[in-house]
């Protein structure tokens, strides 16, 4: 395994915020793992690297939809259909997904089921997202930093709103559609 170089110092921690220097999981275009890097060095060079979806919704049917913050890099102020991120070095998909839901909305304890593991790709960035779900009915605590507000929105309310929705988020949303349905059959 190798380590990418991530000593890019005061640029990256200015590009990237207080996350900048986490080492994050490298992987091939096959999802194995290869090595590890800083969040900004793998952004800086578009490292293929995974991340965890976690679709979120009340016994109900109706998603908790976050609203990223303004300060975020990538689609600040856009609509996100789950909770989610970036798997760190050393991390297993499943420990990204809970830790990702407990720091986004304050969610702990909530079984979670694994949906499955897609690529997404939008040039010249490959993710290799693990996506899955939960009921949850409780309070949410948001993460300031990183979530503006929750939105409750029922799955037409949602796709309505695809121009407001970050473009991995819809295609995750829709890949979570098509096979939790086919999957229930």
Known sequence: MTTVPGDVGLLEAKLHGASAGEQVVIVDAHNNVIGSSTRAVMKIFN???RATYVVVRNSAGLYYVQRRSSTKD???GLLEPMAGGVVGFGESYDESAYRELDEEMGIRNTP???ITTFSYSSPPMLVWRSLYD??????VTKQDEEVAEVLLLSEQQILAREHDITPDGMFAFRTYLTTSRT???
């Open 47 to 49: 490292l293929p690297h």
């Open 74 to 76: 990538y689609c600040p």
């Open 112 to 114: 979670l089921t694994h």
């Open 134 to 139: 939960c009921v949850y009915d409780g309070p």
């Open 183 to 185: 999957t229930a059959k």
